[in-house]
Nanobody, 127 residues
Framework: VQLVESGGGVVQAGGSLRLSCAASGLTFSNYVVGWFRQAPGRERELVATISWGGGSTTYADSVKGRYTTSRDNAKNTVYLQMNSLKPEDTAVYYC?????????????????????WGQGIQVTVSS
């Protein structure tokens, strides 16, 4: 199983980036996907989750209204559109896949709920 993030980089405050997470080696539509981020000296935190078909999503309060996650199961890819970026959004961003089978309104929110992880990609927002 492999998850590969792309689309990171450096952007000015107020700008936008779109991250992609391409999956291989698993039946992608059977997995919930989460986006996490980790800033230096801080815990890895959940940013967003998306259900198997994309019908349910959840967002951290800090990114609600600015970030949108979506998926294309035909391409085995999940996206994270990040708008109105702030310097405090600077972090390494990770996508992760979960074999969770519970209700779609209770998608896994912690790292322990995810089985596979990407290597992470740097997002830097300059002020």
């Amino acid at each position: 199983v492999q998850l590969v993030e792309s689309g990171g980089g450096v952007v000015q405050a107020g700008g936008s980036l779109r991250l992609s997470c391409a999956a291989s080696g698993l039946t992608f539509s059977n997995y919930v996907v989460g986006w996490f981020r980790q800033a230096p000296g801080r815990e890895r935190e959940l940013v967003a989750t998306i259900s198997w078909g994309g019908g349910s999503t959840t967002y951290a309060d800090s990114v609600k209204g600015r970030y949108t996650t979506s998926r294309d199961n035909a391409k085995n890819t999940v996206y994270l559109q990040m708008n109105s970026l702030k310097p405090e959004d600077t972090a390494v961003y990770y996508c992760a896949a979960s074999s969770y089978r519970g209700p779609s309104n209770h998608l896994p929110m912690s790292r322990r709920g995810y089985d596979y992880w990407g290597q992470g990609i740097q997002v830097t927002v300059s002020s």
